[in-house]
């Protein structure tokens, strides 16, 4: 998220009505619910991580331990354990 000077996007008005209840402050303003983009989406991480998820799934169906599995990717045994068991 970038800050913009709201000087240069929104009208005088605007800008005053704004002022009187934030002043040299920042005011986050939300996406509507139907732009609103769920977490990863944008960056492409959460495809990411459901491959891994689902060759970590193969990988112990294929006979891996969840210690194993741990180890490889780094993650605590739990971690592996809800990638597995998850519905």
Known sequence: MK???A???LPDMLVEELQK???AG?????AKD???KSWGELSGYRKELAKRNAIIIMEYKNGV???ELA???FLSVSAIRKIIYQK
Not at 26 to 30: M, V, W
């Open 3 to 5: 800050y913009i000077n």
């Open 7 to 9: 000087n240069t996007i």
């Open 21 to 23: 209840y934030v002043q």
């Open 65 to 67: 331990s969840v210690a």
């Open 26 to 30: 920042y005011i986050y303003i939300p």
């Open 34 to 36: 139907e732009q609103h």
């Open 71 to 73: 180890d490889r990717y």
